[in-house]
């Protein structure tokens, strides 16, 4: 079975600029999940999707953004780019079942973002 | 809210020895809780959770962790721990909403022959 993939897996953008990171979860699930991770704040909760309509939405300004398609697939948007965002940016998948965290998140790689 | 706090940043072990990495929780009713495990240019691997039950959970790789509410932990722990285990380890509880997680800020793990 195929685990979580992200794409990119590097990218480097300048401040102002926009981008738009990808995370294909594992097959048969319908959750994804979005965090930031920075030496500074550590592990973060951005926001989840599950069948196409954001469930739960973390601490961050309006600038991040994201979406999931009707294949599962989820991709995450930050608008004017701001030096702070540079971070490993990671996805989680999971069956997405009522039981909330009695289910098993699978983590990608991450999608490390340069913000110069 | 719920929260977790990491005490240890770095801890160094020598190969063959016992591992406890700590690991208290705030939270008002029993928790979800979980330990990953990242390595470099990796995500994050689960080791194990807790939700119920048998307070000693077994996870992957050989470890273990201990829930007790009396003290707000959930240490993991390892007999004898392997050049292979040095990474970052990551306590995580679970939010009230849907699959959502707070994480400790780490425990980096260096494992010296």
């Known amino acids: 079975k195929a685990g979580v993939t992200q794409t990119p897996r590097y990218l480097i953008k300048t401040r102002g600029q926009q981008v738009t990171l990808s995370c294909s979860p594992i097959?048969?699930?319908?959750?994804v999940s979005w965090y930031q991770q920075t030496p500074g704040q550590g592990l973060q909760f951005l926001f989840e999707?599950?069948?196409?309509?954001?469930?739960n939405k973390g601490n961050f300004p309006g600038r991040f953004s994201g979406r999931q398609f009707s294949n599962s697939r989820s991709e995450m948007n930050v608008s004017t780019l701001e030096l702070g965002d540079s971070a490993l940016y990671l996805c989680?998948?999971?069956?997405?079942?009522?039981?909330?965290?009695?289910?098993?998140?699978?983590f990608g790689p991450g999608t490390r973002l340069t913000v110069l | 809210a719920q929260s977790v706090t990491q005490p240890d940043i770095h801890i160094t072990v020598s190969e063959g020895a016992s591992l406890e990495l700590r690991c208290n929780y705030s939270?008002?009713?029993?928790?979800?809780l979980f330990w990953y495990v990242q390595s470099p240019g990796q995500g994050l691997q689960l080791l194990l959770k807790?939700?119920?039950?048998?307070?000693l959970v077994q996870g992957i790789k050989g470890f273990e962790a201990e829930f007790k509410r009396s003290q707000s932990s959930f240490n993991l722990r390892k007999p004898s721990v392997h050049w292979s285990d040095a990474a970052e380890y990551f306590c995580?509880?679970?939010?009230?909403?849907?699959?959502?997680?707070?994480f400790g800020k780490g425990t980096s793990l260096l494992v010296t022959p």
């Open positions: 995580a509880v679970g939010a009230n909403s849907g699959y959502a997680l707070n």
């Open positions: 807790y939700f119920s039950g048998d307070t």
């Open positions: 939270y008002g009713a029993t928790p979800y």
């Open positions: 999707y599950f069948s196409e309509t954001q469930r």
């Open positions: 989680a998948s999971s069956r997405g079942l009522a039981g909330g965290h009695t289910d098993t998140q699978y």
């Open positions: 097959s048969g699930h319908r959750s």
